[in-house]
């Protein structure tokens, strides 16, 4: 697969995704931040403010991983990560999570914003019983043809640089990711959903670019440190193996 133009996010291999409505305390953020990760995504489906997200930001910020922000409502706008990540929901038919809010976003803050580390993230949803599905009224019951169609329009089409697989919650078939990622040109994958222990982050890193690891860190913190290492291990590899 020829990968094209090197973003700023492109060596992510694990992510540590942290939703700022939920509590974490310093204890465990130092555990997340000191673990390794390649990066900590900062963002959530609801609840989320100005007010939690500078406050997340502020404490990450006192590591030297890199930290992004998933821009989900333009209250969350907030300066001062190292990336940003504009999701575009593929797989709905409310124009509104494709380019309605992100248009008024730009209507705001266009002149402020760091094109340089600001990316589109083809979002699509596939557990229908996600929070992120339920709001944005994403059509998550899609078989191979069709998710393998939405893949494509995002890469060839479309030409976003992140397209983002999100189970959310569930784990996915990692037959179909693999498949995603085989059809894809240009575009980094991402996958989220149902990681919980240092296997499953072993077989989605077999088949994406980066595996985004969320929940488990709320009710698991070693389960979820323990991805870490699975995933770097994965990479490095798949690299002797193909080298």
């Not at 990066?39 to 403010?49: D, E």
């Not at 990560?81 to 038919?93: C, E, I, M, R």
């Not at 088949?207 to 070693?222: F, S």
């Not at 323990?226 to 002797?240: C, F, G, S």
Request: hydrophobic share 45%; glycine share 8%; charged share 20%.
């Amino acid at each position: 697969m020829v990968r094209m133009d090197v973003q700023w996010y492109a060596g992510w291999r694990h992510v540590f995704k942290l939703d700022p409505e939920r509590s974490i305390s310093d204890e465990e953020l130092d555990a997340i931040c000191m673990s390794g990760t390649d990066a900590v995504l900062v963002g959530g489906s609801s609840g989320v403010t100005f007010e939690n997200t500078v406050d997340l930001m502020a404490r990450i910020r006192r590591y030297a991983v890199d930290c992004a922000l998933e821009v989900s409502t333009m209250d969350a706008a907030v300066p001062g990560f190292d990336g940003y990540f504009v999701p575009l929901v593929l797989n709905t038919s409310q124009a509104e999570w494709i380019n309605g809010r992100q248009t008024e976003g730009l209507q705001a803050f266009g002149s402020f914003i760091p094109w340089e580390e600001t990316a589109a993230q083809g979002y699509i949803i596939l557990n229908g019983k996600a929070t992120a599905a339920k709001l944005t009224g994403a059509h998550a019951e899609l078989n191979e043809e069709q998710v393998l169609a939405h893949v494509q329009m995002a890469d060839r089409l479309m030409r976003l640089p992140v397209i983002y697989l999100e189970y959310s919650g569930r784990y996915g078939d990692m037959a179909l990711v693999q498949k995603a990622y085989d059809t894809i040109a240009q575009a980094q994958l991402f996958y989220g959903g149902g990681i919980d222990s240092a296997e499953k982050a072993s077989e989605a890193a077999s088949a994406c670019d980066t595996v985004v690891v969320g929940n488990i860190i709320y009710a698991d913190l070693q389960a979820a440190l323990a991805t870490v290492p699975a995933v770097h291990n994965t990479i490095r590899k798949h690299a002797r193996n193909e080298a």
